[in-house]
């Protein structure tokens, strides 16, 4: 099981700093993140360039809020800065994220983020010098004369996002590894994203041991047990406001919690959200502790997912103890 670090720092020398951390300590790879407020185009490009070894990923990039030839142009750029250590990690966001926040239309978010994946690929292997053309159900370029100098690989991974099976299907379909969502329990884990992967992977023929299965795992660690505990509960329930991530909630029979967290959040009252966040929850969803008890949580991944992103709790934590939980992991979870 390969183990990589979701990077959630600024200002972006931060975590350029810590990247380099993470290489030294022997991690597969780091993660950036697409937000309102942050590229992760942007982010990747920095940090690959500071780098040697480790793999850079876009954990994740958002499939819709780019034109793919725009993507395609940025991510082989980034896999030239790095001479071929870039991950694209794609996701669709919610329905709200991207009217509310991006002002896009959200449409048919498996069938699209499917035409975005064959379409990058088209466009990093299409032959030099010619014209490139791609009608689709989403997408129509014309583009007179397509050209592509200095691309270090037209096989570029990417990896797909997803929550619900649809998504999640689709990834085994078409891409090459997945990014599992932070909610995900292992129960969600074993009794809907691996079949669902399977039945994607069986759709195209394609082999168990060509997809990554990866995903994000919230890690809380500290000799203060309540804390780390405290920390990973407010991060879950933070998502746990989503609707749409009923289908993890749903599966556990969560509906008390689930109406607990999202009463608290109405009213804006965040110590009570965290409260209502089960210790079922907790145990499920993160790994919290000391890192004792962290190192031996985490084994109960193994068989789940084939590559764990670390990620730590941040909403609400300040940034010097961000940066501790990262030291810790890098401690206990390095090679």
Same mark, same amino acid.
């Given at each position: 099981?390969?183990?990589? #670090?979701?990077?959630?720092?600024?200002?972006?020398?931060?975590?350029? %700093?810590?990247?380099?951390?993470? $290489?030294?300590?022997?991690?597969?790879?780091?993660?950036?993140?697409?937000?309102?407020?942050?590229?992760?185009?942007?982010?990747?490009?920095?940090?690959?360039?500071?780098? $040697?070894?480790?793999?850079?990923?876009?954990?994740?990039? =958002?499939? +819709?809020?780019?034109?793919?030839? =725009?993507?395609?142009?940025?991510?082989? /750029?980034?896999?030239?800065?790095?001479?071929?250590?870039?991950?694209?990690?794609?996701?669709?966001?919610?329905?709200?994220?991207?009217?509310?926040?991006?002002? +896009?239309? +959200?449409?048919?978010?498996?069938?699209?983020?499917? $035409?975005?994946?064959?379409?990058?690929?088209?466009?990093?292997?299409?032959?030099?010098?010619?014209?490139?053309?791609?009608?689709?159900?989403?997408?129509?370029?014309?583009?007179?004369?397509?050209?592509?100098?200095?691309?270090?690989? !037209?096989?570029?991974?990417?990896?797909?996002?997803?929550?619900?099976?649809?998504?999640?299907?689709?990834?085994?379909?078409?891409? %090459?590894?997945?990014?599992?969502?932070?909610?995900? !329990?292992?129960?969600?884990?074993?009794?809907?994203?691996?079949?669902?992967?399977?039945?994607?992977?069986?759709?195209?023929?394609?082999?168990? %041991?060509? +997809?990554?299965?990866?995903?994000?795992?919230?890690?809380?660690?500290?000799?203060?047990?309540?804390?780390?505990?405290?920390?990973?509960?407010?991060?879950?329930?933070?998502?746990?406001?989503?609707?749409?991530? /009923?289908?993890?909630?749903?599966?556990?029979?969560?509906?008390?919690?689930?109406?607990?967290?999202?009463?608290?959040?109405? !009213?804006?009252?965040?110590?009570?959200?965290?409260?209502?966040?089960?210790?079922?929850?907790? %145990?499920?969803?993160?790994?919290?502790?000391?890192?004792?008890?962290? $190192?031996?949580? #985490?084994?109960?991944?193994?068989?789940?997912?084939?590559?764990? #992103?670390?990620?730590?709790?941040?909403?609400?934590?300040?940034?010097?103890?961000?940066?501790?939980? =990262?030291?810790?992991?890098?401690?206990?979870?390095?090679?």
């Amino acid at each position: 099981m390969r183990r990589s #670090l979701v990077l959630v720092l600024d200002p972006i020398s931060d975590q350029v %700093d810590h990247a380099q951390k993470a $290489e030294e300590a022997g991690f597969d790879a780091v993660w950036l993140v697409d937000f309102n407020n942050r590229s992760a185009f942007v982010r990747m490009a920095a940090t690959g360039q500071a780098t $040697e070894r480790i793999g850079i990923g876009s954990g994740i990039a =958002y499939a +819709f809020g780019r034109s793919p030839v =725009y993507t395609a142009s940025a991510v082989a /750029d980034i896999d030239e800065i790095t001479n071929g250590r870039t991950i694209l990690g794609l996701g669709t966001g919610t329905k709200r994220m991207q009217e509310s926040w991006y002002g +896009f239309e +959200f449409e048919s978010p498996a069938p699209k983020a499917i $035409e975005v994946v064959r379409l990058l690929r088209e466009l990093w292997s299409a032959p030099q010098g010619r014209p490139f053309k791609h009608e689709g159900r989403f997408y129509n370029i014309a583009i007179d004369l397509y050209l592509r100098p200095g691309l270090v690989r !037209s096989d570029i991974p990417i990896y797909l996002a997803g929550v619900n099976k649809r998504m999640v299907r689709a990834a085994g379909e078409v891409a %090459d590894g997945l990014v599992g969502h932070p909610l995900y !329990s292992r129960r969600y884990l074993d009794e809907v994203v691996r079949p669902a992967v399977e039945e994607g992977l069986a759709k195209e023929n394609r082999q168990r %041991d060509s +997809f990554d299965l990866a995903g994000y795992v919230i890690t809380s660690i500290s000799d203060d047990v309540e804390q780390a505990r405290e920390e990973a509960r407010r991060q879950i329930g933070f998502y746990a406001t989503t609707r749409t991530y /009923d289908a993890i909630l749903d599966l556990h029979g969560w509906a008390g919690e689930k109406k607990g967290i999202r009463d608290s959040f109405r !009213s804006m009252d965040f110590a009570g959200m965290t409260a209502a966040v089960s210790d079922d929850m907790l %145990d499920q969803i993160a790994v919290v502790g000391t890192p004792e008890d962290c $190192e031996k949580q #985490l084994a109960r991944y193994d068989g789940l997912l084939d590559h764990v #992103l670390l990620y730590p709790p941040s909403v609400g934590v300040s940034p010097d103890r961000v940066k501790e939980n =990262y030291k810790l992991m890098m401690e206990v979870f390095g090679s």
